[in-house]
């Protein structure tokens, strides 16, 4: 901004530290006189700089550089990647966006490298698996075959209250390893016609993720790398059809099941969040693509003899096709174990210049991080699309004193998509994440070998989520009209008490050797049990910190979730049953002799449960 303008003297207001003095002009005047270039010399101006942007502080000292450039961190290739994007982009980019690429990325995002990630923690580059023990963490199937058996248990349970029907399809989101899904079909092949009457789906995208789960559930057929180089009709010249090892570069992981939010909030086909088109390192190497949209990979697998189907996306999962047959759809049961905790987060902090969202931008040179957090300098696009519906589905009490809000717009999308489907077609969805029902101002995190790191720190080597907001999937399946409940969430230790763990942990105990005993016990207490104080990560109780949800057909209430509804109602009636009597005994002027006993709804709820035994399970390894 100019300030002012003086001649042959200062600009007014001006001082050393502003004005900057001009060198005589040696431009001829228009008139072609001498008085107007003779007016200009010695002119001063002044600039406020007050209003500019302040850029960071660095030096141009090549001593200090070369320091600062000793104690920066690695730079990743995705690092890299995200610094000529935002250059490009001419500004900083979405925390959303900036999570879709550290895990999705299709060449160096955290999922799609799935086993074969560069480790610059330690001296030398080597690969290693991010899953399991000796990656950087471990999921609850991982932990204990009982969590597979139980969703199993809970699988049956809610297939005999649908009344058992002859057809039932069975569709997982974000698989993993499969070993939940493994767990669950062999655990269930107990029970014959319930394994006759399923079909298994698998919403995966990254090859070597769906090797390993074909692996897992011993299918038989074409396997996953030999289906896609038979859709591609390209001979595979350079890695074996069996090969897992190869690595993966797709769109991602378990993340590659959900696509975009378009502007009303429902799944939209085409993926921001992942490239469904791009190409992996299999088929770089081999030549090969995967096979068209649409087009599912199948096989049977060996645990129960079952058709088992892998799509690259929820909307590629057509219930009525799936079965090959015209008419009415068969009901589904859906299972979102550990999936939406994965999803990108917008997040947004409350200013005097109102609602601002939280960005990622390029760090300074001497800054020891390649990537650093920024604040916008007003609303954004996502903060005028996301906030008004959020904020609206949250309680006055809620939004009081509320300074900021964490918002994940794919995890809406999906319940809302979810309600959908088993409202139309009857069925049921089963949620199992770390999280609680109401919202968040900041619960993204990152982790590597089990450990917290910086949300920042050499991208793409550390595992990002964030915790499931319940309240938000409720409002987005109410919002959607769906004829669909919502119910819970409760705690994992009340889910899978309710459906015999310690009957099944019993019964392994029996023929267990005293290591495989240990193992089953601590298992157990992780999957039911509290954190203690100071325990680390890789030690933390799930019991409480993992909640259940359910989202089903209106009028379905699948164990345990309908006990614990019709507990709250029946608490809730003795409320009220008490209060009017003591206002009729008020007005009666009777005394409280001869009341009602307390415990009866309590005592009627540990009446015994009419549910499948665990006992009848095939014990595994």
């Known amino acids: 901004m100019w300030r002012g303008l003086a001649v042959g003297g200062e600009a007014d207001g001006g001082g050393d530290s502003t004005a900057a003095a001009s060198k005589p002009s040696s431009i001829p005047a228009a008139d072609g006189g001498t008085g ?23 030096s141009h000292d090549p001593a200090v550089l070369a320091a600062a450039a000793a104690q920066k961190e690695p730079e990743t290739e995705l690092a890299r990647h995200l610094k000529a994007l935002i250059q490009f982009r001419g500004g900083p980019i979405s925390l959303a966006e900036f999570m879709s690429e550290a895990l999705t990325n299709p060449q160096h995002g955290y999922y799609s490298q799935a086993r074969r990630q560069w480790d610059f923690c330690m001296p030398g580059l080597h690969v290693r698996d991010v899953f399991g023990a000796a990656g950087d963490f471990v ?11 139980m969703v199993g248990i809970w699988c049956v349970s809610t297939w005999h209250q649908l009344g058992c029907p002859p057809r039932l399809h069975l569709v997982e989101l974000g698989p993993g390893r499969g070993t939940l899904m493994a767990d669950l079909l062999r655990g269930t092949a107990a029970f014959p016609e319930f394994s006759k009457a399923l079909r298994v789906s698998m919403v995966e995208v990254s090859p070597h993720l769906r090797r390993m789960q074909w692996d ?15 859709a591609a009709a390209v001979p595979d010249s350079s890695s074996s059809p069996g090969a897992s090892g190869s690595g993966d570069t797709s769109s991602g992981g378990s993340l590659s099941a959900v696509s975009s939010t378009s502007s009303s909030g429902s799944l939209s086909a085409d993926s921001s969040s992942s490239s469904s088109g791009s190409t992996s390192d299999v088929q770089r190497e081999s030549g090969t693509a995967p096979p068209p949209a649409g087009q599912a990979v199948r096989g049977v697998s060996g645990w129960n003899g079952g058709v088992v189907s892998w799509h690259r996306s929820l909307e590629e999962v057509d219930v009525d096709a799936e079965e090959g047959e015209e008419g009415e759809g068969c009901p589904a049961l859906y299972i979102a174990h550990e999936f939406l905790d994965a999803l990108p987060v917008h997040q947004f902090q409350k200013t005097e210049r109102g609602w601002c969202e939280r960005l990622v931008d390029a760090a300074s040179p001497d800054s020891p991080l390649h990537l650093r957090m920024v604040l916008s300098p007003g609303t954004t696009p996502a903060a005028h699309l996301l906030l008004p519906r959020r904020l609206q589905q949250l309680s006055g009490a809620q939004r009081r004193g509320l300074e900021g809000l964490e918002v994940c717009p794919q995890a809406m999308a999906v319940a809302e998509s979810l309600g959908r489907r088993v409202a139309e077609r009857g069925g049921a969805a089963l949620v199992i994440d770390y999280g609680q029902d109401g919202p968040y101002t900041s619960s993204l995190q990152a982790i590597r070998r089990h450990q917290f790191v910086s949300l920042l720190e050499q991208p793409g080597t550390a595992d990002l989520s964030n915790r499931v907001d319940y309240s938000a999937l409720r409002s987005s399946v109410a919002d959607s009209g769906a004829a669909a409940e919502c119910l819970g969430p409760i705690p994992q230790a009340l889910f899978l008490l309710g459906l015999g763990i310690e009957q099944r942990l019993e019964q392994l105990l029996a023929t267990a050797t005293p290591q495989q005993a240990a193992a089953l016990r601590a298992g157990y207490q992780r999957l039911v049990g509290e ?11 799930m019991g409480s910190s993992y909640q259940a949800f359910c989202i089903a057909q209106r009028g379905l209430k699948p164990w345990p979730f309908g006990a614990v509804v019709e507990e ?3 608490e809730v009636a003795e409320v009220e049953a008490g209060k009017g009597e003591e206002a009729a005994k008020g007005e009666a002027g009777i005394g409280e002799e001869g009341g009602k006993g307390p415990g009866t709804a309590g005592e009627q709820q540990q009446q015994p449960v009419d549910r499948q035994p665990a006992s009848n399970i095939t014990p595994g390894s």
């Open 36 to 58: 107007a270039a003779a007016a200009v010399q010695g002119t001063l101006v002044a600039i406020d700089r007050s209003a500019l942007f302040t850029p960071q502080h660095h």
């Open 139 to 149: 999921t609850s199937p991982e932990i204990s075959q009982m969590m597979g058996e």
């Open 216 to 230: 897992a559930l011993r299918c038989q057929g074409t396997p996953p790398d030999a289906a896609a180089a038979s």
């Open 531 to 541: 954190t203690s104080e100071g325990a680390a990560l890789h030690e933390e109780g």
């Open 568 to 570: 709250e109602e029946e």
